[in-house]
């Protein structure tokens, strides 16, 4: 059936008086995934479940808004959620290597830190104040009086004993000094030398003696300054826990419910207690040559806040487009003193997983996958349920001080957003990949133009231009949008969900409606943008119309050619996508090689359009060769095509060369041709019929419009044409036309305007038809071929 479509046919206009509003003003607002029922569906089931391993990969082309529209469905999704707890780190009194992690209620864990910077600064004073009050004075002085009245007693006995045996006593720098006395005086060591010999022994021996009891007095003297420290210890014990004992017990009290908080405040009183010399001294804060460098001691009291919930209203939802590992997993930062590098607690710090912990993370999957130590890292941390803070790689030529700090629990939901050839990959080469993302939520590149969808499509268009704060659009613009949804999509019957690319196009005509001081955004704006954004990008194409329009590209478009077909491609440069017509020609001529395809022997033939080839030998065997071989040689050549050819758009194009040259019956060159074909003659849909048409229409327009022109479609293809408006135009006026076939036979009528013929029984077909001819000059070529055999 050969159907000449009409001016209706070409597009499906949307009447703006169906739209319900004058305006985009009057539409809701709405914040939510339009069109994507089934991915919609997958995510709810995804974020309810909460068994392990059940992450969502969100897949779809980029330009649906997978991003946008995930994050705020997340948005919406956790607001009503409880919010997770806060974390932080604190130093570790038994291993300062290893941090210890606090899990408080959300917002607890910035007032932690700061009740325990005021806690810190209360003891330092406090305790500085109680140890030079004159009480301590006091209690210091009597403690140390009544050890040094026994001390006195001590050396007052000492000194009794020496007179006693002859000797007096000499305090210096090497101890107590013994020195004899003849008749109450010191002997020096002349005299003494002047002695008798038994006297001087009689000395000796007393000395010796009285050493002993000189040591045995410094060992009691030594113990006494040792009880007499323990008890000045003793007092600073029971000073520093009066101090303590308060405002330990308040803080306490605040955090009673919190197990590990009240562990750490135990661990941090016990430390004050064994180092209370840093708190009866001035800070000066500088450090001990002696102990090299190190960060200062009294960061062990503080609080690192990893994550802080104290705004959050609901469960967190994370946005990490930049997933390097740092960014995503934290790092443990170090400071340069007396140059050397050192770090501690107080320098660790938290990635998008802290913060997304307890909430959903969403992460853009190739980014994820490239970035080094991310993936494997992120489906460690899924795996093992905890985030560990650490280094990525080992230091390749020097090692510094780190840290190791303690994982922290992990529950989030990740959501990767990819291309769908992405999940194919990550699920037949990643092993992991399958157990950790379940979940797959599939978004569609369009959604069926019903009432419904269209009024969801008017809702977008207000969200975009309140968000925005751009001009709304009117009810004619409103239906230019949804008709361009439509050109987007490629279907009359559906809309495209590639929302970035309708919001660029409002984004543009707010700009043009700017330039005229419009109040609202109308069709002719929508228009101009569509018109400028073609333009700006369409350099290329033009310089191609310009070479066939002067002939230098050979494209006929008047006059009839024997084996010679307008045949239409698509060229995709960047964001430009365009059709362009190609001459095709086929020559037969007597042999056994059958159809020839040019572009195949130039190894210029991509694999499916060898198959479209070869599948019009199908046809011809098929048809034409029942009762005789099929001796012919046809050769086909896109002609000037320099570069490669795929697809088998036109395998009936070729076709219908063949039949023109075996048939000697002239082809119109004012007719372009697209669709396969299958064995049995039925032409097939292809893709890029919009483009394909335009692209034929403007070179007839540079070379004049007959009337006589036009372009032939399968019938296949119907549903996809949303032409432009000057080409309606054209065929509303007669300048151009458009056809739709079903059958080879319906095409080869509508291009040489001879009947193509149906086949008998005794494998004829009818008298004067096209089919005719072709089987007449193939049973001549067979004959000829035969004899030239013998």
Request: one cysteine or more.
């Amino acid at each position: 059936m050969i159907r000449e479509l009409s001016e209706s046919d070409l597009r499906h206009r949307c009447d703006p008086k169906s739209l319900n509003c004058k305006s985009s003003a009057e539409a809701d607002s709405q914040i939510t995934i339009f069109g994507q029922e089934r991915a919609v569906h997958a995510m709810k089931f995804g974020l309810d479940i909460n068994d392990h391993g059940f992450n969502i990969f969100a897949a779809g082309v980029s330009g649906t808004g997978r991003t946008t529209a995930v994050e705020r469905f997340l948005e919406n999704f956790a607001a009503n959620k409880p919010t997770p707890p806060d974390w932080c780190y604190v130093h570790d009194f038994e291993d300062s290597y290893r941090p210890l992690a606090i899990s408080l209620p959300a917002g607890k864990a910035r007032e932690f830190q700061k009740d325990l910077a005021a806690f810190y600064k209360s003891i330092q004073q406090e305790i500085r104040a109680a140890f030079e009050s004159e009480d301590y004075a006091s209690q210091r002085e009597e403690t140390l009086k009544t050890f040094q009245k026994q001390k006195e007693k001590i050396f007052k006995q000492l000194g009794k004993l020496a007179k006693k045996k002859g000797f007096g006593l000499q305090m210096a720098a090497m101890g107590i000094l013994t020195i004899p006395l003849i008749e109450g005086k010191p002997v020096n060591e002349e005299e003494f030398l002047k002695l008798k010999e038994k006297e001087r022994e009689e000395i000796s021996k007393k000395q010796l003696q009285l050493q002993g009891e000189i040591e045995a007095s410094v060992r009691k003297t030594r113990t006494l300054d040792k009880e007499a420290q323990g008890a000045l210890d003793k007092l600073d014990q029971e000073v520093a826990q009066f101090v303590l004992h308060d405002l330990m017990d308040s803080l306490k009290d605040n955090y009673k419910e919190i197990k590990d908080v009240v562990s750490h405040l135990d661990a941090i009183h016990n430390d004050v207690l064994e180092n209370l010399a840093q708190f009866k001294a001035e800070p000066n804060g500088e450090n001990n040559p002696k102990s090299g460098p190190q960060k200062p001691t009294t960061n062990k009291y503080q609080v690192n806040v990893l994550v802080d919930n104290s705004k959050l209203e609901g469960r967190p939802v994370v946005l990490e487009m930049n997933p390097t590992y740092s960014n995503l997993f934290g790092r443990i930062e170090q400071e340069a003193i007396m140059g050397a590098l050192v770090t501690d607690f107080t320098l660790i710090r938290g990635g998008s997983l802290h913060q997304a912990n307890g909430g959903y993370l969403v992460l853009p999957a190739e980014d994820a996958i490239r970035n080094p130590f991310t993936w494997e890292s992120l489906k460690r941390s899924l795996g093992n349920r905890e985030i560990a803070i650490e280094q990525p790689v080992e230091q390749p030529v020097f090692t510094t001080k780190s840290l190791r700090p303690e994982p922290i629990p992990l529950n989030v939901k990740v959501i990767l957003i990819g291309r769908p050839e992405t999940y194919q990959l990550l699920l037949a080469y990643d092993e992991d990949f399958r157990e950790l993302f379940k979940v797959k939520a599939d978004f569609d590149s369009q959604m069926e133009r019903s009432e419904e969808r269209i009024q969801e499509y008017i809702s977008f268009v207000c969200t975009l231009c309140e968000t925005e704060n751009l001009r709304h659009v009117d009810q004619y613009g409103l239906a230019r949008i949804v008709e361009h949804g439509s050109r987007l999509a490629n279907d009359q019957e559906k809309l495209s969900t590639k929302f970035g690319e309708v919001a660029d196009v409002i984004r543009e005509a707010n700009y043009y409606a700017s330039k005229n001081d419009a109040k609202l955004i109308n069709a002719e704006h929508i228009e101009k943008t569509i018109e400028e954004r073609f333009y700006r990008a369409g350099l290329m194409q033009d310089r191609l119309r310009e070479r066939m329009a002067y002939g230098i590209i050979k494209i006929d478009v008047r006059g009839e050619k024997i084996g010679q077909v307008n045949g239409l491609s698509v060229l995709q440069l960047g964001d430009l996508t365009f059709g362009q017509p190609s001459r095709i020609t086929a020559s037969v001529g007597i042999g056994k090689q059958g159809v020839i395809n040019v572009e195949r022997e130039a190894n210029l033939s991509g694999p499916i359009h060898t198959k479209g080839v070869l599948i019009i030998s199908g046809f011809l065997a098929q048809n034409f060769a029942q009762n005789k071989p099929l001796s012919l040689n046809a050769h086909l050549a896109f002609e000037q095509s320099y570069g490669g050819v795929d697809g088998d758009s036109a395998s009936s194009t070729e076709l219908y060369a063949i039949l023109s040259a075996l048939s000697n019956i002239p082809i119109k060159q004012g007719i372009a041709v697209t669709g396969s074909v299958n064995q049995k003659g039925e032409v097939q849909a292809i893709g890029g019929a919009n483009e394909k048409i335009e692209g034929f229409f403007e070179i007839c327009k540079l070379k004049g419009l007959t009337g006589e022109q036009g372009v032939m479609i399968p019938a296949s293809n119907i549903k996809n044409l949303m032409l432009k408006q000057e080409v309606l135009s054209a065929v509303k006026k007669g300048q151009f036309k458009i056809w739709a076939v079903d059958t080879i036979e319906d095409g080869i009528e509508v291009l040489t305007g001879v009947e193509a013929g149906k086949k008998t029984k005794d494998n004829t077909f009818k008298s004067g038809s096209l089919f005719e001819s072709v089987n007449q000059r193939l049973d001549q070529m067979a004959s000829d071929l035969a004899k030239f055999s013998q």
